[in-house]
């Protein structure tokens, strides 16, 4: 590939003499290709077309995508089917290969199941399910070694590295509610805690061994003190409880990850209080997970409408908020919607449906395809988008070694895909 050097006498050097702390805002836009492959139309809010989902997002100012990955989605229940799994590696190999080539940072999300993984449902996936604890950390090793090489040989290397999904309570826990291994916040289960922690230090051992510098998450939902949503969460005993137990046993990882829904878990001031007890944790913060209606509820547990009514504004609303108070945290380096590309405008519902139930938290309207306001919102979480603080119009020579886009985005590394980008100062075109 050609490296050329574009000396424009207005731009002069550019020089990146301060970078402000990486920020990340997007979204999980794991069913993006079902949707367009099956006819779904896009629109802007104002209702122009958009050709290109990913491009339509970067000029939204989002900087960062995430793809969750499941280990043989064909063994799910046909309702989970319905729900949008379907991500197999093949599928996420071409996903996470477009949203690297797009510019934008990548989060892989391993589920390490077949099926969802959540607080209620951490089940082993069907080939591994007659595996002893000691097999199944090598399996862990081995799958997470194999996907990530297989994204590495793609140009899909992974910037962050989920390693289980919402695993407050474990992952892989078996087959059966009989002999499940839940890692509840209780000595009671000692013993299920440790086996949890193995499986942990294999699957994160891949990741560094793969990808040494991504950034390795973990990934926890324990963000409500109201004991009517969590019960076992009172003073967020369960999320520190998690907290203290990685800690403890040395887990290594980056990034504390949380997941934030007000229909599930209370007001903003629930999230806040969240982010407050485990800032003292020596980790990053990022919402890897949030989402709120816009016109229809999602879920009953928590009503938030009286301060954000389930309209096109009150979404926006909701978003600003939440944009403004996590801005105050200097340890939030994450921003990202959960499933905001749903959208079954043009779609024959009656034999070509992507899920059997519209999602009502989406940043696009399933009636006309058109996007929510909300959707322009995230890129406030980004206090600086292009990273970049002062612009230098001198010929100084930059000590800055880093690769850039030209939105800004810290690249790992030197780029290999064509395009332009900024190194030591200059504008780069490789070809």
């Avoid at 000595?187 to 294999?202: A, M, P």
Wanted: aromatic share 14%; proline share 3%; net charge negative.
């Amino acid at each position: 590939m050609k490296l050329l050097n574009m000396y424009a006498t207005a731009l002069l050097c550019c020089t990146l003499s301060n970078v402000s702390a990486q920020k990340y805002a997007g979204g999980d836009i794991s069913l993006l290709p079902t949707y367009e492959e099956r006819g779904a139309k896009y629109f802007t809010h104002e209702g122009e077309p958009i050709t290109n989902v990913l491009d339509y997002l970067k000029d939204q100012g989002w900087n960062a995508q995430r793809v969750r990955l499941f280990v043989d989605p064909n063994n799910a229940s046909d309702e989970a089917k319905e729900q949008g799994v379907r991500q197999d590696l093949a599928y996420i190999l071409k996903l996470a290969k477009r949203i690297k080539e797009a510019g934008f940072a990548l989060i892989l999300d391993f589920h390490y199941s077949d099926t969802w993984a959540d607080p209620s449902n951490q089940w082993t996936p069907d080939d591994w399910k007659n595996l002893n604890n000691v097999q199944l950390g090598e399996k862990l090793y081995s799958y997470t070694k194999d996907v990530l090489e297989q994204l590495v040989a793609e140009g899909a290397t992974p910037d962050f590295i989920q390693t289980g999904n919402e695993i407050s309570y474990g992952m892989d826990w078996g087959t059966s509610a009989l002999d499940a291994k839940y890692c509840y916040p209780s000595n009671q289960y000692t013993s299920n805690w440790t086996r949890f922690n193995s499986l942990l230090q294999k699957a994160t051992a891949a990741c560094r061994e793969v990808c040494p510098n991504a950034k390795i998450i973990l990934h926890t939902e324990r963000v409500s003190s109201n004991t009517d949503l969590q019960k076992d969460n009172s003073n967020y005993n369960a999320l520190t409880y998690f907290c203290n137990n990685m800690k403890d046993n040395a887990i290594d990882y980056d990034i504390i990850g949380l997941s934030y829904y007000p229909y599930y878990h209370g007001d903003l001031s629930q999230l806040e209080g969240a982010i407050k007890k485990i800032e003292n944790y020596n980790k990053d913060i990022m919402l890897v997970e949030t989402g709120y209606p816009s016109q229809w509820p999602v879920s009953d547990a928590y009503d938030y409408t009286k301060t954000f009514p389930y309209t096109d504004a009150g979404q926006k609303a909701y978003t600003d908020s939440l944009v403004t108070m996590l801005n105050k945290y200097d340890k939030v380096i994450g921003l990202f919607w959960w499933f905001p590309e749903a959208n079954e405008y043009n779609i024959d519902w009656a034999t070509n449906h992507v899920t059997k139930e519209w999602y009502h938290a989406t940043l696009f309207n399933n009636q006309d395809g058109k996007a929510f306001s909300a959707i322009s919102s995230l890129k406030n979480f980004i206090s600086d988008p292009t990273g970049i603080i002062n612009v230098n119009m001198d010929n100084k020579i930059s000590t800055d070694n880093s690769w850039y886009t030209l939105q800004g985005i810290k690249l790992q590394g030197e780029p290999q895909q064509k395009g332009f980008y900024i190194y030591q100062g200059k504008k780069i075109i490789k070809r």
